[in-house]
């Protein structure tokens, strides 16, 4: 009955071509495209599709409250994760939880847990309230130290995957690698939804 009503509520349609009851149909997902994999700092940074189209209007949707597309949008993930790894979503800042009431990368990341059987690793800090959005290239790589890791009090069963929702410069994810490296964490990997086509990445070592 609760399922019911919730999609009477918030009824879902595929963002592809509006098929009912699906956020992404498989005919659609055949047109998405391939996985992009590449190597930044160290850090190899893989991602599902591209950040434009269908896929970016269902994540504004997503953060702008739509919670029940996390797990329609882990299935599009799932296939870049391998069985066994430890996943580290990267937190949002404190301002945007506060105005969306959630954490958009750690709801995904949950959704991912509960479908691939994976572990799920809360072991990143982002003391300020600074937000990537807008900033340009510079103006990334200037906001460095952004995220603490939680001190070392165990050993993950798993290889450590950072994870985060969209991939714009790369200088998030290497500055989350950075802070778990210097509380004593090896982390040499990297998963996201997407990543935006035609910009410029940032090459750090």
Request: aromatic share 6%; net charge positive.
């Amino acid at each position: 009955m609760w399922n019911q009503i919730v999609s009477l509520v918030f009824p879902r349609w595929c963002i592809g071509c509006e098929r009912d009851d699906v956020l992404l149909c498989e005919r659609c997902a055949r047109r998405a495209g391939e996985a992009q994999t590449i190597v930044l700092g160290g850090i190899t940074m893989r991602a599902a599709l591209p950040y434009d189209g269908f896929l970016r209007a269902a994540v504004v949707e997503f953060k702008q409250g739509r919670r029940g597309f996390a797990g329609d949008l882990a299935v599009l993930v799932a296939p870049l994760l391998e069985p066994g790894i430890t996943l580290v979503p990267v937190p949002t800042t404190r301002r945007r939880i506060a105005q969306r009431g959630f954490d958009q990368t750690v709801m995904l990341a949950r959704a991912l847990e509960r479908r691939c059987g994976i572990e799920i690793a809360d072991i990143l800090r982002r003391p300020g309230n600074a937000a990537q959005h807008g900033l340009s290239r510079s103006e990334r790589l200037a906001a460095s130290g952004r995220f603490a890791a939680s001190p070392r009090t165990r050993a993950f069963a798993g290889r450590l995957v950072l994870f985060d929702d969209v991939r714009t410069t790369g200088a998030t994810l290497l500055d989350a690698a950075r802070a778990l490296r210097e509380g004593g964490y090896d982390v040499r990997d990297a998963v996201t939804l997407a990543w935006t086509p035609s910009t410029s990445l940032v090459h750090a070592n």
